[in-house]
């Protein structure tokens, strides 16, 4: 059974709102990859990802973010992960990756 | 099974055959002459021209509408006689591919062999075995005169080919640092900055490493966003994860790793993996990193080596032998 990974990008003036839903790994991260990227190369953009509904992710997903946050600052963006979970969020906390990366899981509302 | 001859006479004869009987022992010698066809290099309208021919001859008579159909067909299938041709010619490369491949893994064995030395008072078992030909896990012993033991076991991130490849430059960059630098802080700082100049930004490495000095019976090491590892107190009989954090190696260039020390005494061991372990996937849900540790437990009473095996064997059971990740354990035990 393979898991497959739903991308909705919605844009809401100076933020972009990704919506992720399904799995992060090494067969869905081409998809991510070519619909995250591009948002960080606009100036000033704040590109919110919402992970609520992922629930697995691969080593191989923390290379698409660390892409776009190595981007973000090239292109003068800014990057924001919210509403982790746990186990995801794990994996942020193991790889260092959260202290260089704007992570929120506590943020609740939003057009979900 | 009757001899299938690849030529018109044999295909007339199996057309005849089915036309008048619609035996379904035709319609399968029809497809064992397609087999042989291929094996022969044979191009559909090849096959699609026999089939004309066999037919003039099975019905002279033939309308000239059909003859004209068949002719038009003949003609459609000449360009899928060209993709089929241009299949086979890949299908030749791929082989070849395939084979440089497994040059570049036996080189690549070659390259990152490490001895897993003996040392005063230690058990050391250490097993990794790669999910495709070429691995991106790595794990190096390094023993220097005074009988400490430095260990560094690491995963690329990124796999296939490029993520081995960079794992050649970690064991050659690590071998040239100078041994007043051999501490596990200043030993990731270094490499960091050798990953962060030379590999790709979506390409990242973690790694864990640690010195062992007998003399002191201290354990040092810092984590580059590495798996945690298992520590057993033998004294209280109890597992903990080997908590230390550190960003993964590559991202940023001026990373400062923190260092931490444990004091070893009999009993105790150290368990270091890769992620290929706890990311262990079942059929339909991944294995919990306490269900891990509950699996080691089982083995730990064996001599390390024999662990390590068994515990990589029961995981390979359980995936049905088909690992998604390469898998690298390690696990030493103080036995004096």
């Not at chain 2, 010195?211 to 009989?237: C, I, R, W």
């Amino acid at each position: 059974m393979k898991m497959n990974l739903e991308v909705e990008v919605v844009e809401n003036g100076s933020t972009t709102n990704v919506l992720l839903a399904g799995e992060i790994d090494a067969y869905t991260v081409p998809k991510l990859k070519e619909a995250l990227l591009p948002l960080t190369e606009r100036q000033n953009q704040l590109i919110e990802v919402n992970l609520e509904q992922v629930n697995y992710m691969d080593s191989t997903g923390l290379g698409v973010f660390i892409s776009a946050l190595k981007s973000t600052k090239q292109y003068k963006s800014e990057l924001k992960l919210i509403r982790l979970q746990d186990k995801v969020k794990r994996l942020f906390e193991i790889t260092g990756l959260d202290s260089i990366i704007t992570i929120d899981s506590t943020v609740r509302g939003g057009n979900v | 099974m009757n001899k299938v001859n690849l030529d018109l006479e044999n295909y007339r004869k199996l057309l005849k055959q089915y036309m008048i009987t619609q035996d379904e022992k035709a319609l399968y010698q029809a497809e064992q002459f397609t087999k042989l066809s291929m094996q022969h290099n044979i191009s559909p309208e090849e096959i699609v021209n026999v089939h004309i021919q066999a037919l003039k001859e099975i019905y002279p008579d033939l309308p000239k509408e059909i003859d004209d159909s068949m002719s038009f067909l003949l003609e459609a299938m000449i360009s899928y006689g060209l993709a089929y041709q241009e299949f086979q010619s890949l299908r030749e490369k791929q082989l070849e591919l395939k084979s440089e491949i497994s040059v570049a893994a036996n080189m690549q064995q070659t390259l990152l062999s490490t001895v897993k030395p003996s040392i005063r008072g230690l058990d050391i078992g250490a097993t990794s075995i790669p999910a495709n030909q070429m691995s991106g896990d790595y794990y190096h012993f390094v023993k220097d005169n005074e009988d400490t033991l430095g260990i560094a076991i690491a995963d690329v991130i990124g796999k296939g080919v490029p993520a081995a490849l960079s794992m050649s430059m970690i064991k050659y960059s690590m071998d040239s640092f100078p041994l007043s630098q051999r501490n596990p802080s200043a030993i990731l700082e270094n490499l960091n900055r050798v990953v962060e100049r030379n590999v790709d930004p979506s390409m990242f490495i973690t790694m864990f490493y640690g010195l062992y000095d007998p003399k002191t019976s201290v354990f040092q090491y810092s984590s580059a966003g590495h798996e945690p590892g298992f520590y057993y107190n033998a004294k209280m009989d109890k597992f903990d994860e080997i908590k230390a954090k550190g960003l993964v190696l590559g991202v940023s260039n001026d990373t400062v790793y923190q260092q931490y020390e444990l004091e070893i005494n009999k009993g105790d061991m150290i368990i270091l993996l890769t992620d290929g372990v706890t990311e262990c996937r079942l059929a339909d849900r991944f294995i919990e990193r306490d269900e891990v540790l509950d699996v080691i437990k089982k083995f730990t009473h064996l001599p390390a080596q024999e662990a390590v095996e068994q515990v990589y064997k029961y995981f390979e059971r359980l995936q049905d032998f088909q690992l998604r990740d390469d898998f690298t354990l390690i696990i030493i035990k103080k036995d004096v």
